[in-house]
T-cell receptor
Framework: EDQVTQSPEALRLQEGESSSLNCSYT??????LFWYRQDPGKGPEFLFTLYSAGEEKEKERLKATLTKKESFLHITAPKPEDSATYLC???????????FGTGTKLQVIP | GAGVSQSPRYKVAKRGQDVALRCDPISGHVSLFWYQQALGQGPEFLTYFQNEAQLDKSGLPSDRFFAERPEGSVSTLKIQRTQQEDSAVYLC???????????FGPGTRLTVT
């Protein structure tokens, strides 16, 4: 069964203090790994899809990387508006189901 | 509309009542997913539609849960004889691509009292 483990559960950063969120996964043949951002009371907002080890994608202050066992979401010089819960999810080849982790709650302090 | 919409946004049901939750996907989107999200948890897969065909319903927790998408657009998630453990946010997501998760709606928060 596909498994996704995210760490840390919560992270508090000062504005401008760069850090990384971790997503460890096990899946029988990766079709895609996804990163979403979720604000309180809202649905998840799509950030990135990564398909193969070594792939990297960037969007503003966020950069996602992928290895065969884990993915990292690097946040460079975060701002208070980056505060949210970040969700990682995986989808196995040949399957429709996407399995989510429990998320990392990020708080960026001004 | 510009995005996925869900209605109602909030629903309070007494234990034992039946509820119906609606998802309006982005026009033309082939794939549609339903997820359940408990407080403080990640979304849990319920079911997947490709157009009107329900290709995977392995995540539906019991036979009290039923989903349909009869014309390949709007989808309804029905929960019969609601229980307190059904209290959660129900999320819908749709996309053009086959089995791609895509864009989520705002969710319906169901509270069973």
């Amino acid at each position: 069964e596909d498994q996704v483990t995210q760490s840390p559960e919560a992270l508090r950063l000062q504005e401008g203090e760069s850090s990384s969120l971790n997503c460890s996964y096990t899946v029988s043949g990766l079709r895609g790994l996804f990163w979403y951002r979720q604000d309180p009371g809202k649905g998840p907002e799509f950030l990135f899809t990564l398909y193969s080890a070594g792939e990297e994608k960037e969007k503003e202050r966020l950069k996602a990387t992928l290895t065969k066992k884990e993915s990292f979401l690097h946040i460079t010089a975060p701002k208070p508006e980056d505060s949210a819960t970040y969700l990682c999810a995986v989808q196995a080849e040949g399957y429709q189901k996407v399995t989510f982790g429990t998320g990392t709650k990020l708080q960026v302090i001004p | 509309g510009a995005g996925v919409s869900q209605s109602p946004r909030y629903k309070v049901a007494k234990r034992g009542q039946d509820v119906a939750l609606r998802c309006d996907p982005i026009s033309g989107h082939v794939s549609l997913f339903w997820y359940q999200q408990a407080l403080g948890q990640g979304p849990e897969f319920l079911t997947y539609f490709q157009n009107e065909a329900q290709l995977d319903k392995s995540g539906l927790p019991s036979d009290r849960f039923f989903a349909e998408r009869p014309e390949g657009s709007v989808s309804t998630l029905k929960i019969q004889r609601t229980q307190q453990e059904d209290s959660a946010v129900y999320l819908c997501a749709s996309s053009y691509g086959l089995a791609e998760l895509g864009y989520f709606g705002p969710g319906t928060r169901l509270t069973v009292t």
